[in-house]
C-alpha cells in the first residue's frame, strides 16, 4: 500500500502514515481531484465496484494522494495518464477544502483536498482497476443531477462541484 501525506488544517505537512491506516484512523491527509472539462462538459468517472469505498459512485475525472517529491500538477499529470489514458499539462489549482466522510466498512475520508482544472479534447483509454465507465456531461445537466441524485456521487465531488462548475461558467 501507498504512503499518504499528514497535514494538519493550514496544509503543513506533518508526517506520513499508510493509506489504510489514514483512512481508518481518521488522519487528516493530502489528496487532490482533477476536473477535466472541454465546451460547457465535464469529465465524469464512475468508480470501479472493486473500490474499498464509495465502489460505483459518480466522481470527478481523477482523484489520488500525492506524493513527496512531486508537486500537485505532476501528481494530477500522472494520475489522468494512469487513470485515464490521457496526457494533459498544466492543470490550475482552484481551491482547497477539508472532508471528513465516514463509510459503512470502518473506514472514513478526513482529507484536505486541492482542486485542480484541466481542458481536455481528446481519446480516453481509461484504466478499469479503477475506473468502472466514464461520461461528459454538460455543467447544466450535472447541476440537476446532483440536487435530484445526490446518493449517486461522491461525497468529495458534492462538496466541491458547485465552485468548480462556477469556476467554469465564469471562465470558460
Not at 493509506?19 to 462538459?41: C, D, P
Not at 490550475?92 to 479534447?121: A, M, R, T, W
Request: net charge negative.
Amino acid at each position: 500500500m501507498a504512503d499518504v501525506i499528514l497535514v494538519d488544517i493550514f496544509d503543513n505537512d506533518i508526517g506520513i502514515a499508510e493509506k489504510i491506516q489514514a483512512h481508518e484512523n481518521a488522519m487528516l491527509h493530502r489528496a487532490f481531484s482533477l476536473f477535466v472539462v472541454h465546451n460547457g462538459n465535464m469529465l465524469i468517472q464512475q468508480r470501479a465496484y472493486t473500490k474499498y469505498h464509495s465502489p460505483g459512485k459518480w466522481a470527478n475525472a481523477c482523484c489520488s494522494h500525492p506524493w513527496r517529491g512531486k508537486t500537485l500538477e505532476e501528481c494530477a499529470m500522472q494520475r489522468a495518464k494512469e487513470e485515464l489514458g490521457i496526457e494533459i499539462s498544466k492543470p490550475k489549482e482552484l481551491f482547497d477544502f477539508i472532508y471528513f466522510s465516514e463509510y459503512d466498512n470502518g473506514l472514513c475520508e478526513y482529507e484536505l483536498d486541492h482542486v485542480l482544472i484541466v481542458d481536455y479534447d481528446g481519446s480516453l483509454s481509461i484504466n478499469r482497476e479503477e475506473i468502472n465507465d466514464v461520461k461528459w456531461i454538460n455543467i447544466d445537466d450535472l447541476s440537476i443531477d446532483i440536487v435530484k441524485y445526490p446518493q449517486k456521487y461522491t461525497t468529495w465531488f458534492l462538496n466541491c462541484v458547485p465552485r468548480v462548475i462556477k469556476y467554469i461558467k465564469e471562465n470558460f
